[in-house]
């Protein structure tokens, strides 16, 4: 068996949770578009963005880059949000909060939320907003933890080898 045979074999798509389970996916999207709600939608997709990466999903990676670009965010943006703690002046204070929070979160199991994560993000965001914030950052969580233990075919690799 080839690299290629097995990269293939072990990323077919499983379960279609959505099809099977409809309620699901109608609680899931309800529950993101409440998140949404009351967010910046820039720093909405970043935190999706870095998520995404963190969780390995390449099914929201591919959504939410392709929403952003569509936002007009930058390719630079896009490409060194995984390194934004080393690019100083590219992305606001809120944002680093924001992505600062995001980490914390999608990693609970390394260290919690560090009280400093969260009063950063509290000094940015009112209370409203952090609500909000911490809502999406779940969100994009569980819909990483769906897509990626289904292998969710990326949109932008249907029909391109991926269906």
């Keep these: 068996m080839t690299m290629r045979q097995r990269a293939t074999n072990t990323h077919t ?5 959505w ?9 899931m999207y309800a529950f993101q578009e409440a998140a949404a709600k009351e967010l910046d939608p820039v720093v909405g997709e970043l935190v ?17 880059l392709t929403d952003a670009r569509k936002m007009g965010e930058s390719q ?4 060194l949000i995984a390194a934004w703690e080393e690019t100083p002046g590219l992305f606001t204070e809120r944002e680093r909060a924001a992505l600062a929070l995001t980490e914390a979160i999608t990693l609970l199991a ?8 969260y009063e950063r ?19 994009i969580n569980a819909w990483n933890r769906f897509q990626v233990t289904t292998r969710a075919v990326p949109a ?4 391109n080898d991926g269906e």
């Design 121 to 139: 993000a509290a000094e940015h965001f009112d209370e409203a907003e952090l609500a909000h914030l911490i809502a999406q950052i779940v969100a």
């Design 110 to 117: 390394e260290d919690s939320v560090p009280d400093e994560v």
């Design 13 to 17: 798509p499983r379960v279609n949770v």
């Design 156 to 159: 932008s690799l249907k029909n």
């Design 48 to 64: 999706k963005i870095r998520a995404s990466q963190i969780n390995k999903c390449a099914f929201c990676l591919d959504m939410h």
């Design 19 to 27: 099809k099977l389970a409809p309620g699901v996916y109608e609680g």
């Design 76 to 79: 630079l943006r896009l490409d």
